[in-house]
């Protein structure tokens, strides 16, 4: 099942580590190829011989011990599809929330690129202190996806939540990941993703600060879900689905006209600009000591006539960015353009949005119902709108 896939495990000096054992054998019996980096303090609770032989390859602690020609953390992470750590200690997760490299597996979670679990393990005052929930949430609003610890008995002898999650359960989860259940197979899936230019001259256009990683993240997904994907972007990307690059709200809105025809969802994420210059010199515009007025013509609402046009069994989705006033004014945008669901976010904050890397979104269907995407990356965000949007969601 999972031939191909090479999975890195992290193991912490907590108790559990002795259950890593049979996670190395579960994946190991499902043909994945795995790697374990341990912090010195795992190794008081489980030996190197034995995950040296369940994993069948050099068990990793420090990082100067193998003298190869690239630094043991990048090699490691360039290789894996994936890192598990399980199970996560209370120190580490502090030390992985604020970025501290000060062994092998915390230098490898700061250098790697690719998904990341991690399945805590600790007990009860522990996981409820103020500060490892902290440093959960920290890790959480990074993207890194959190098996939450079981209640039950502890090994200290007490009982409530701490105990590490059933290791099928943290093999379910990776599986999931890295064999993700294809459910937009068949579909036609049309995004757009930028800020629209309006040329003024030569040289000058009116444009936006859309950066486009949210349309891009949400085509990467439905792609990766097995849907047939189209782009239409004003980035220049390369991707292995199809990129249509435009340039303007009217290139935007010709080619969407003809890519939604046929196809099952448009998600416009897409900053469109609202207005373009009437008429737009071909040559630069020359200072001449006076006020320039520009003259600008509405550009046509592209969401607001697909979903006008749309078929009853088309999905459309609209975007809204707003400075003030976020749920009103999307609740009203939703009417007004009368899409399936409108994803609104806040441009007033700074750690969000627009150029950000990550997003916090709210998602409102027709029956103005609302569901909260708490601050994540984009790649996560958008695979929570996918959710939302096909009925996925928990
Ligand atoms: N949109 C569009 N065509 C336009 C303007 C916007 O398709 N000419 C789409 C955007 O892609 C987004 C949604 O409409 O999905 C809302 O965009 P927004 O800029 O928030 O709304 P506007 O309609 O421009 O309203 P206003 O600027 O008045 O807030």
Redesign the pocket.
């Known amino acids: 099942m999972l031939a191909g896939k090479k999975i890195l495990i992290g193991i912490t000096g907590a108790i559990a580590a002795y259950k890593i054992c049979t996670l190395i054998r579960l994946f190991k019996k499902n043909h994945a190829e795995v790697k374990v980096i341990v912090t010195p303090n795992a190794l008081n609770f489980v030996t190197k011989t034995t995950l040296e032989t369940l994993s069948q390859n050099p068990i990793y602690v420090n990082q100067f011990d193998i003298d190869e020609y690239k630094p043991e953390h990048i090699a490691l992470t360039d290789e894996a599809d994936i890192f598990v750590i399980a199970p996560a200690s209370a120190n580490t997760i502090a030390k992985l929330a604020n970025g501290i490299c000060d062994n092998l597996l915390t230098s490898v979670f700061c250098a790697f690129n690719k998904k990341i679990l991690i399945a805590p393990c600790m007990n009860t005052n522990m996981w409820e202190n103020p500060a490892v929930n902290q440093n959960i949430s920290i890790l959480k609003s990074r993207g890194i996806q959190v098996i939450e610890p079981e209640t039950g008995f502890l090994a200290c002898g007490s009982e409530g939540k701490g105990r590490l999650a059933d290791v099928n359960i943290i093999f379910e989860e990776t599986k999931n990941i890295l064999i993700p259940d294809k459910f937009l197979q068949g579909k036609k899936i049309v995004i757009?993703a930028g800020g629209t230019k309006e040329d003024i001259d030569a040289v000058r256009y009116i444009g936006n600060y859309s950066s486009g990683k949210m349309g891009t993240a949400l085509a990467d997904s439905v792609s990766e879900l097995g849907a047939s994907t189209v782009l239409i972007t004003t980035v220049d990307v390369n991707k292995n689905y199809k990129v249509i690059k435009v340039k303007t709200?009217e290139e935007m809105y010709n080619a969407v006209n003809q890519e939604f025809l046929d196809a099952d969802t448009l998600i416009?994420?897409?900053?469109?600009s609202?207005y373009k210059v009437k008429n737009k010199q071909t040559q630069k515009i020359k200072k001449n000591g006076n006020s320039l007025t520009l003259e600008l013509v509405e550009?046509?609402?592209?969401?607001k006539e697909m979903s006008a046009q749309k078929k009853d069994e088309q999905i459309v989705v609209?975007?809204?960015?707003e400075s003030e006033n976020l749920i009103e004014n999307a609740k009203e945008?939703i009417i007004k353009?009368g899409c399936d669901f409108i994803c609104a976010n806040d441009i007033s904050r700074k750690d969000t949005g627009f150029s950000s890397d990550y997003n916090e979104l709210f998602i409102i269907d027709k029956n103005l119902n609302i569901e909260k995407i708490e601050k994540t990356d984009k790649k996560t965000a958008a695979l929570k709108i996918i959710e939302r949007i096909y009925g996925k969601s928990n």
């Open positions: 757009t709200a416009m994420s897409a900053a469109v609202d550009n046509p609402d592209i969401l609209g975007f809204c960015a945008k353009k």
